[in-house]
């Protein structure tokens, strides 16, 4: 099985096509981070939130490790190290 030639063109469309979608997808990230961060703030003084303190914590680690993962795997979205 050989591989289809793809028009220049179109594979420069699909590399910005998917250079968007990674910035969209750190943005996504971002966003969800900061909200739980400003959650965070607005609960941190309840003595009854204790443990929902930790999930709020769990949420903005995962949403950290989002944008993590979403600069790190596409190197035109952030540019060469």
């Known amino acids: ?10 594979s420069e469309a699909k ?5 968007e979608a990674q910035k969209t997808y750190i943005a996504i990230n971002g966003a969800g981070a900061a909200t739980l961060l400003a959650f965070l703030q607005a609960i941190w003084t309840m003595q009854t ?6 999930w709020v914590l769990m949420g ?5 490790v ?3 993962l979403g600069t ?7 540019g060469p190290l």
Do not use: D, K
């Open 1 to 10: 099985m050989g591989e289809t030639s793809v028009p220049v063109h179109l």
């Open 60 to 64: 903005i680690l995962s949403f950290a």
């Open 49 to 54: 939130a204790a443990s929902l303190r930790q």
């Open 72 to 78: 790190s795997s596409n190197p035109y979205v952030i």
């Open 15 to 19: 590399e910005r096509y998917l250079a």
């Open 66 to 68: 989002g944008v993590v």
